[in-house]
């Protein structure tokens, strides 16, 4: 059973930044796609960001610009760092990961609060 184990999270003031890190309890490579999600109090889960096997990405429109996800296949870790947070970006944000039998993982949360 792969664990993944989010850290990171914390209490910003607009406009600052925060990296999250998802450390994975085997190897990424076993992984077609992982990515960060969040779910804000009141809402759905969303998708905030992904990245394949390959190397390619994808955002949410409303991070665009402002989040890039990147991966350390040596640390077996994946990274959300976010810039220029907003109030609206405040939510428990998960770690994801999908393996070759689309098979899902998930951590169990890091709590992001954008405040002044």
């Known amino acids: 059973q792969v664990q993944l184990v989010e850290s990171g999270g914390g209490l910003v003031q607009p406009g600052g930044s925060l990296r999250l890190s998802c450390a994975v309890s085997?190897?990424?490579?076993?992984?077609?796609?992982m990515g960060w999600y969040r779910q804000a109090p009141g809402k759905q889960r969303e998708l905030v960001a992904a990245?394949?096997?390959?190397?390619?990405?994808t955002y949410a429109d409303s991070v665009k610009g402002r989040f890039t996800i990147s991966r350390d296949y040596a640390k077996n870790t994946m990274y959300l760092d976010m810039n220029s947070l907003k109030p609206e970006d405040t939510a428990v944000y998960y770690c994801?990961?999908?393996?070759?039998?689309?098979?899902?993982?998930w951590g169990q949360g890091t709590q992001v609060t954008v405040s002044s």
């Open positions: 994801n990961a999908k393996n070759y039998l689309n098979v899902e993982s």
């Open positions: 085997g190897s990424i490579f076993s992984f077609i796609a």
């Open positions: 990245i394949s096997s390959r190397g390619a990405t």
